[in-house]
């Protein structure tokens, strides 16, 4: 098919695929100058309407309609890429490096003596360590809709101005108990940010771009944790009058909330409103996506996409993946510092041997993006860790644990590009992060007060979590194959057909979509 210049209409014509979205399409925001994908009026009298996320209007998705029976010029999408990379990446990373941080600062507090400030006993720390993920899990599905409700972006910054606010609260507290009240509010509000990243970076790229887009901001994972070494050597040497993990928590927490003030500013919500964007590159940056089947972005719930959610059973491997890879990032992330310090190491030490582990899970990130592969060498780490002698190989073991975080960033690519429909990813999403979250419970547990600063039983336990997070990766990638198989099958015999039952624009879901093909 030639290459075609494509022409924005200025009316709406009439189209079958306009029947996907009828209802609600005009509340849209009356701020900024309107573009031709704005109504004329501003919406119902309701601040709820005015908050909620704002459907693509009628004409917008005729003109992708109409776009989609065109060939794109590949010069216009590169260019428009690229300025999605260079809006989105950035914002992603740096979001994830607060996210990080903010999650860690317990852990540098710990070297900072905030165990004898606080008269913790023996199992507090462990204690307030979960805690922070039982915020998360009893959030963890309520975000995920509301997530459908709101403007993305809007709620995510709304939360990350949370973090840093509950964040610098904790710099207040004066016993277990006040501290252990802040911890369980600041899982709850950072309940939102791996759901929000993942849905982000699925709203912006196609399904074949997201696994290495998902890679790239993953990598301030690690870049979080160089950050929190150097923050934590430099907010260490402040001589004032207050302890130092009380500036570690005042300081990160004003960092984190005046970030999220620029990220409610700057970084738009969608491609439809989007005034980074003219409207061709709005309807190319959709119309680029044209075979990824996975629908426009609306707030409407479907209540049997819910349904189908609860009796597919790769949402029951979505949470089984999410809980197996985060035993070991509960642990780590929380007693990393003190795993380090039994090492024997002091303090200022401890805080600089996070550098070179943060820069290790860089590296093997990058590893993984560009080669595709499941990598061993985290399981390597947690083995050098437990039964090596000496501390050089138990520091490169430690350091070598950061290989797996890897993994789950492909893990988390399986979930952007295999689920089809709206509420059905959302459900998805809730169990993969509920995985997380109970994971992130349990792992900190797994390291007894008795055992320091070995840690027998938590390294050991953090090992074997990591081999079944493969196992149920491996069973996912065999679920997809024979599906694609069947439904590749399928179509040859002429039981299906493929390519035109359903609009590339319908809200359908992976089942009920024939020409969905899974990611592997």
């Known amino acids: 098919m030639p290459t075609s210049t494509f022409q924005v209409s200025q009316e709406a014509p009439d189209s079958p695929a306009l029947d996907v979205e009828k209802t609600e399409v005009e509340q849209v925001e009356n701020v900024l100058p309107r573009t031709p994908y704005q109504s004329k009026e501003p919406g119902p009298a309701s601040i709820l309407n005015w908050l909620q996320k704002k459907n693509p209007s009628p004409q917008f998705l005729a003109d992708v309609a109409k776009m989609n029976e065109t060939e794109l ?10 300025k999605i990379d260079l809006l989105i990446i950035p914002a992603l990373a740096i979001c994830y490096m607060f996210y990080y941080v903010d999650k860690t600062t317990l852990s540098y507090a710990a070297i900072f003596n905030i165990k004898e400030d606080l008269h913790l006993g023996s199992s507090d720390y462990s204690w307030l360590s979960s805690l922070f993920y039982f915020g998360w899990l009893g ?13 993305l972006n809007k709620y995510l910054a709304f939360n990350i101005f ?4 509950l964040l610098m609260a904790q710099a207040a507290s004066r016993n277990f108990t006040e501290l252990a009240v802040l911890r369980v509010l600041s899982g709850a509000a950072e309940a939102t940010a791996d759901p929000a990243f993942v849905l982000i970076t699925g ?3 196609t399904r074949t771009q997201q696994p290495s887009r998902i890679g790239y901001w993953y990598l301030a994972n690690g870049f979080g944790i160089a950050l929190g070494g150097l923050f934590g050597y430099g907010i260490g040497h402040i001589k004032g009058s207050l302890p130092s993990w009380k500036y570690e928590f005042l300081i990160i927490g004003a960092l984190c909330s005046v970030w999220a003030i620029f990220m409610a500013i700057f970084i738009p919500d969608s ?3 989007s005034h980074w964007f003219t409207p061709e590159e709005r309807l190319i940056i959709v119309s680029r996506k044209r075979g990824d089947y996975n629908s426009t972005d609306t707030r409407e719930w479907k209540p049997a996409q819910v349904l ?13 993946f999410g809980f197996t890879a985060n035993v070991p990032n509960g642990a780590t992330s929380n007693f990393g510092t003190l795993i380090v310090q039994g090492f024997g190491f002091d303090t200022f030490q401890t805080t600089l041997m996070q550098i070179p582990y943060g820069m290790v899970i860089v590296a093997f990130i990058l590893a993984a993006i560009f080669i595709n592969s499941k990598l061993p060498s985290g399981y390597l780490g947690f083995a050098m860790v437990a039964w090596c002698k000496g501390t050089a190989p138990r520091l490169a073991g430690f350091w070598m644990t950061g290989a797996s975080n890897a993994t789950f960033v492909l893990g988390l690519s399986l979930l952007s590009g295999n689920v089809g429909g709206q509420s059905k ?5 809730a169990a993969i992060f509920l995985g997380v979250a109970i994971g992130n419970i349990v792992g900190p547990f797994l390291f007894k007060t008795s055992e320091a600063p070995t840690y027998y039983t938590g390294v050991v336990g953090c090992l074997v979590s990591r081999a079944l997070e493969i196992v149920v990766i491996l069973v996912l990638r065999v679920m997809f194959i024979m599906s694609n198989r069947r439904r590749d099958r399928a179509v040859a015999e002429g039981r299906i057909r493929s390519n ?7 809200d359908i879901t992976d089942w009920k979509n024939p020409a969905f093909r899974y990611v592997t």
């Open 73 to 82: 010029d590949p010069g216009k999408v590169k260019h428009v890429e690229r």
């Open 139 to 151: 959030w963890a599905l309520p975000t995920n809709l509301l997530m459908q409700k709101f403007p």
């Open 162 to 165: 949370l973090w840093g606010i």
């Open 203 to 205: 709203t912006w790229y």
């Open 271 to 273: 491609p439809y409103f």
């Open 308 to 320: 189908e959610a609860f009796i597919d059973p790769k949402t029951y491997l979505f949470f089984l």
């Open 425 to 429: 990813k959302a459900i998805a999403s």
């Open 500 to 506: 035109d039952q359903f609009t590339e624009l319908e």
